[in-house]
């Protein structure tokens, strides 16, 4: 039996059945009183009277501002009352006793329906889901090579041959560099108009374990730079496909590799009919723990998992900070540069990222600033990171409390995201950014609202006109590399990357909606993974195309770092 595991309680499909009753597991007094003895379900047809109950059964419009219902009693004017000065719309009956009342309040939903799941299912007219297969590139679409050159602007550009080296290593790694080229290409693929929060950068390797605030592992997406409102099914698309391509890293038949594609497609599936079946905040609070294991049936990739967070529970900060600084003659505390990777930066500029720290304070919850005033500021170095992201300024502060523990803050450039350009074109629309607009705040919420528990304290900042954001750095991280699995284990590590990407999606997306569309047969899991072998297919010609271009000089590379 599947089981998702929620914060202190686990839900199987025997106790949803026992909540939708209103029971709580294992007892059967415990109802809501507006519930029947019998358990059953109200529904519109039902009326039960309650605060957020639906509407009867006959109810007509009676004008405005008045609605009439028609029942076996005769017939009771509903009054719709505004309250002066307060947004809201109420409604009752003429004695003040009606059937129910309901109010509209902005920030929260509207009336329920209960038709998500039509809605959805309705979409697949518009969109059948064996559209998803299609991949037709755009006739302007740019070269591999002009679209790495483009994405190199603002750049520091003697790390840029680092970036390049990386992508050049495989097309697995090359695909993980070029989430703008892949965004361009999935603008012309078929969409349903569903917008959520997306990663922006659902590649199979921006997946892994990282601790909370009291150090318990939990498994999330960890990528959040190109983050932003979307087309759901990009992520989802950019996940297979580089399943496909890790699949064929690890030397897996082709049957294995599109298989990862097609697993993680149901797993998204499945796991968003779950989160759909359960009240809303027990959805949205559904953590990543052992069960995902078990619920995923990822049973051939528990031995790794367990291993990898043994790992990251050792991947702390402090650590990183015992090996890379040195006490200085007055008794502070510097890093010891190893370049390329990490290396000292001027006064100017380390002086300019610490006093960033004081805008981004205001940035993290209030309640936490008691706990960043223990700490000191003791120094500033720079340090390079990822794939996609080597070239952009990176640095790393250390900070140290009364007992000289350290703690280390990553201080990271927030660009643009590179699906912004490409979201009109799919039919989403696309609001200009204020003045004020921050890319950093843009990464940081995004973030928190696709994460069940994120890092405290996150945040952002300015340094020298440039965005940022804060995070620790090395938050007890660790990850499973899907390049370097066995075939066996590839599809276990796509269900629970699909299921991790379902849960994320569902909130900012309704997933009775997105479930309505899915459906439950594997129509979708099956254009999916078509799509994922074409486009990973692409991905390894665009990669040809990049050493080729290194081979011929046009693009320098630095390989091996």
């Not at 049936?297 to 702390?316: F, P, S």
């Not at 000289?404 to 990271?412: F, G, N």
């Not at 528990?453 to 938050?475: E, I, M």
Request: glycine residues 10%.
């Amino acid at each position: 039996m599947r089981t998702v595991r929620l914060p202190r309680r686990s839900f199987t499909p025997a106790t949803l059945s026992a909540r939708r009753r209103g029971a709580c597991p294992g007892t059967a007094a415990a109802r809501p009183a507006s519930l029947p003895p019998d358990g059953s379900v109200r529904t519109p047809d039902r009326w039960p009277g309650t605060l957020l109950a639906g509407p009867p059964k006959g109810r007509v419009r009676a004008g405005r501002g008045r609605e009439r219902q028609k029942d076996g009693a005769g017939a009771v004017t509903q009054l719709t009352e505004t309250v002066e000065g307060s947004g809201l719309r109420a409604d009752a009956g003429e004695d003040g006793r009606g059937p129910g009342r309901r109010f509209a309040v902005d920030g929260f939903a509207p009336r329920h329906d209960g038709r998500s799941r039509e809605r959805g299912k309705a979409l697949r007219g518009r969109t059948p889901r064996e559209r998803h297969a299609e991949l037709a590139l755009a006739g302007d679409r740019p070269t591999a090579v002009e679209a790495i050159e483009a994405s190199n602007a603002g750049r520091l550009t003697d790390l840029v041959p680092i970036r390049l080296g990386r992508m050049a290593a495989t097309p697995f790694a090359f695909l993980r560099g070029s989430a703008g080229l892949m965004a361009a290409d999935l603008a012309t693929t078929p969409a349903t108009g569903i917008t959520a929060q997306l990663c922006g950068d659902a590649h199979a390797a921006n997946f892994g374990l990282y601790g909370d605030a009291r150090g318990r592992l939990v498994m999330d997406i960890n990528d959040f730079d190109e983050t932003v409102p979307g087309p759901w099914e990009w992520d989802l698309k950019r996940l297979a496909a580089s399943l496909v391509l890790a699949g064929r890293e690890i030397g897996a038949d082709e049957t294995t590799a599109r298989r990862a594609a097609f697993d993680a497609a149901g797993s998204y599936r499945r796991t968003m009919r779950t989160l759909a079946k359960l009240p809303v905040l027990d959805a949205w609070n559904a953590v990543a723990d052992d069960q995902l294991v078990s619920f995923a049936q990822a049973h051939d990739l528990a031995e790794a998992l367990q291993k990898v967070g043994a790992k990251a529970l050792g991947n702390t900060g402090a650590r990183f900070a015992a090996k890379s600084t040195v006490r200085t003659e007055d008794g502070g505390w510097r890093f010891t540069a190893a370049p390329p990777v990490l290396s000292e930066v001027p006064d100017a500029t380390a002086g300019a990222v610490a006093a960033s720290l004081g805008p981004y304070v205001r940035t993290v919850p209030a309640e936490l600033h008691p706990l960043l005033s223990r700490y000191q500021v003791q120094d500033v170095a720079f340090r390079v990171v990822g794939t996609g992201s080597v070239g952009t300024r990176s640095y790393v502060v250390l900070l140290t409390d009364h007992r000289e523990q350290a703690l280390v803050l990553q201080v990271k450039e927030a660009r643009p995201s590179v699906l912004l350009p490409h979201l009109a074109r799919a039919g989403f629309p696309v609001t200009e950014p204020a003045q004020d607009a921050h890319e950093g705040r843009r990464v940081v919420l995004g973030q928190k609202r696709m994460q069940v528990v994120s890092d405290t304290l996150l945040g952002w900042t300015t340094v020298d006109k440039l965005p940022y954001q804060v995070r620790q750095f090395r938050n007890r991280k660790g990850s499973v590399d899907p390049a370097a699995l066995l075939p066996g284990q590839l599809d276990d590590y796509a269900r629970i990357t699909g299921a991790l990407l379902a849960r994320a999606h569902a909130h900012t997306a309704d997933p009775g909606l997105i479930t309505g569309y899915c459906g439950k047969n594997e129509a979708l899991d099956e254009a999916v993974a078509a799509f994922a072998v074409a486009y990973a297919d692409r991905t390894e010609a665009d990669h040809a195309d990049l050493l080729a271009a290194i081979r011929a000089g046009r693009l320098p590379a630095e390989h091996g770092v």
